[in-house]
């Protein structure tokens, strides 16, 4: 089964105190080269042969910026981000159904593009969950001591652990019920977490195993950890 993707790139990352949108900074690349996160997450899913499309989001004023990053790669389009992730996916998807006619019974994936370590089997697994179950997010279970804390930082309450996981990316889903969640949170005024929150207003999302290493660059201990951790 073939997927299109959509990569929300728009967001500032402001946290990272970077001159430059972060996912331009620069991480090791195979060999002594470098190259940047953007980059490293694009080309993951640009080697998936079942991948036929790829839709990144994108600061308006940076677009120069970012096309040189993506320079030479295939079935890539570039497009304008808006002002939050979320109205940044809805475009990516309103460009798959109306800008390229893609079906509305295609898979799609929304990834984060700041998740430049996913793997392939991360990809796969969510692919394969679409087909089988409709909808599914990628996700690990925790494994750390979870609490509840007030405002003073002290400790109110343990949290069962055992039934919570940290959801991920890539999210997969049919590309018909992601544009008609997406509409109908922006006809209504609703503002989600991710994309599996709005498509869950439709129907179930299941959960396939994601990946401990498929880490979220946000800050810069985060980025320290993609950079000195060249099996990631």
Not at 117 to 129: A, E, F, K, M, P
Not at 187 to 199: K, M, P, W
Not at 206 to 219: A, C, H, Q, S
Request: include cysteine; proline fraction near 4%; hydrophobic fraction near 40%.
């Amino acid at each position: 089964m073939t997927f299109a993707v959509v990569i929300p790139a728009a967001g500032s990352g402001s946290r990272m105190g970077a001159a430059v949108p972060k996912v331009l900074l620069d991480i090791p690349a195979e060999g002594d080269g470098t190259q940047t996160i953007l980059r490293r997450c694009v080309d993951t899913f640009a080697r998936e042969e079942r991948c036929t499309r790829i839709v990144v989001c994108v600061p308006a004023e940076w677009q120069t910026q970012f096309a040189e990053a993506l320079r030479g790669i295939e079935n890539l389009s570039m497009i304008p981000g808006g002002p939050t992730r979320q109205d940044s996916v809805r475009y990516g998807v309103e460009h798959l159904s109306e800008g390229l006619g893609v079906g509305h019974e295609t898979t799609v994936l929304v990834h984060d593009a700041a998740r430049c370590c996913v793997s392939s089997g991360v990809i796969n697994r969510v692919v394969d969950g679409v087909r089988e179950y409709g909808a599914v997010t990628a996700a690990v279970k925790v494994i750390d001591t979870t609490c509840a804390v007030e405002a003073t930082q002290t400790i109110v309450n343990y949290v069962d652990r055992e039934a919570l996981w940290s959801v991920q990316t890539p999210q997969g889903f049919i590309l018909g019920d992601l544009l008609q969640a997406h509409r109908e949170a922006h006809r209504d005024g609703i503002t989600a977490l991710d994309d599996a929150s709005l498509v869950a207003r439709l129907r179930p999302v299941r959960v396939v195993p994601g990946d401990r290493l498929n880490v979220k660059v946000t800050e810069p201990a985060d980025l320290r950890l993609v950079q000195r951790s060249s099996d990631i």
